[in-house]
């Protein structure tokens, strides 16, 4: 039952590059959050982006969501080596009830961002 | 205030052993969930919980038991493992709030291999 397809699965860049990554999505949903995964470790929350917003910004990330095309678009401005990671998109597997607060995943795209 | 605790970080199993992967959670979370991560499939959702004494089943819930007898804790067992159910497991938690807006927050991992 997953939502979310991440596109590209993997992304190689030089460091001060920007660095895109986007989502795709299935069923209407009233939020999208991005999650960042260090190699052998757990997953971290980036950012969330409701329904009824067109972009967000948090530091040197900005995410869009688009609910007519079903898709989302992570975008890391001036990558820095450290920013080497796997990035995964996560909605709720239902709009209400009990499946709104279970989150689906993605399989990721893998950013690698070259010193 | 350390988060989500996971136990062990690795762990080598025979096949048809049984053994429980431990989950605790200071932050007074009610939801409580348990993925499991393989190459190319992404985070898969095992089981989980909204509160003391209420489990239901994910997507991959098969060969694998929970209990929430505590808030604060979340064991998965595995009740005769299997070469399948070799992965990297995540325990996360999140408050459960109205309209939809849960940041998970996920532990360090538990790796497993059964042999």
């Known amino acids: 039952s997953q939502q979310g397809e991440e596109d590209p699965q993997a992304l190689s860049i030089q460091e001060g590059e920007n660095a895109t990554m986007n989502c795709s999505y299935k069923?209407?949903?009233?939020?999208l959050q991005w999650y960042r995964q260090n190699s052998g470790r757990g997953l971290v929350h980036l950012i969330l982006?409701?329904?009824?917003?067109r972009e967000k910004h948090s530091g040197r990330l900005r995410v869009t969501l688009d609910t007519s095309k079903k898709s989302s678009s992570l975008l890391i401005t001036a990558s820095r080596a450290a920013d080497t990671a796997s990035y995964f998109c996560?909605?709720?597997?239902?709009?209400?009830?009990?499946?709104?607060?279970?989150?689906?995943f993605g399989k990721g795209t893998k950013l690698s961002v070259i010193p | 205030n350390a988060g989500v605790t996971q136990t062990p970080k690795f762990q080598v199993l025979k096949t048809g052993q049984s053994m429980t992967l431990q989950c605790a959670q200071d932050?007074?979370?009610?939801?409580m969930s348990w993925y499991r991560q393989d190459p190319g499939m992404g985070l898969r959702l095992i089981h989980y919980?909204?509160?003391?004494?209420?489990?239901d089943q994910g997507e991959v819930p098969n060969g694998y038991n929970v209990s929430r007898s505590t808030t604060e804790d979340f064991p998965l067992r595995l009740l005769s493992a299997a070469p399948s159910q070799t992965s990297v497991y995540f325990c996360?938690?999140?408050?459960?709030?109205?309209?939809?807006?849960?940041?998970?927050?996920f532990g360090e991992g538990s790796w497993l291999t059964v042999v």
């Open positions: 996360a938690s999140s408050p459960l709030l109205t309209g939809s807006s849960n940041t998970i927050y």
């Open positions: 069923t209407s949903i009233n939020n």
């Open positions: 982006i409701r329904s009824n917003e």
């Open positions: 996560a909605t709720p597997l239902a709009y209400s009830g009990a499946g709104s607060y279970q989150l689906t």
């Open positions: 932050m007074n979370h009610e939801y």
């Open positions: 919980s909204v509160g003391a004494g209420i489990t």
